[in-house]
Nanobody, 128 residues
Framework: QGQLAESGGGSVQAGGSLRLSCAVVRYNYNAYCMGWFRQAPGLEREGVATINRVGLTWYADSVKGRFTISQDDAEDTRYLQMDGLKPEDTAMYYC??????????????????????WGQGTQVTVSS
């Protein structure tokens, strides 16, 4: 399936910033779409942002204008820059990979079940 490794989580105060990284360890399929998801205790996993092979992006309404997803193809690493963090952003953050078409990737036409490969998660805690 492949492996992904997240890093960069931590604890910050409201208004602070964090940068998450997702390194691809290996793939054995064409991953046209990479995404960041988050899951808070007692809540369902939700999509935060996605990016396709040509760099087009999608964001959840709750993070638009605050979070930025990007990728470094040379390093095969994806990033999630999180600025203006709020206590409601507190969650475990996961990166994931999918073979869905790149057009679907950035139109929000997917569910978490469409993503085949997941990292282990990194905790983000925002205090007020």
């Amino acid at each position: 399936q492949g492996q992904l490794a997240e890093s960069g989580g931590g604890s910050v105060q409201a208004g602070g910033s964090l940068r998450l990284s997702c390194a691809v360890v290996r793939y054995n399929y064409n991953a046209y779409c990479m995404g960041w998801f988050r899951q808070a205790p007692g809540l369902e996993r939700e999509g935060v942002a996605t990016i396709n092979r040509v760099g087009l992006t999608w964001y959840a309404d709750s993070v638009k204008g605050r979070f930025t997803i990007s990728q470094d193809d040379a390093e095969d690493t994806r990033y999630l820059q999180m600025d203006g963090l709020k206590p409601e952003d507190t969650a475990m953050y996961y990166c994931a990979a999918s073979s869905i078409p790149w057009t679907s990737c950035t139109r929000g036409q997917w569910t978490a079940d469409n993503f085949r490969t997941w990292g282990q998660g990194t905790q983000v805690t925002v205090s007020s």
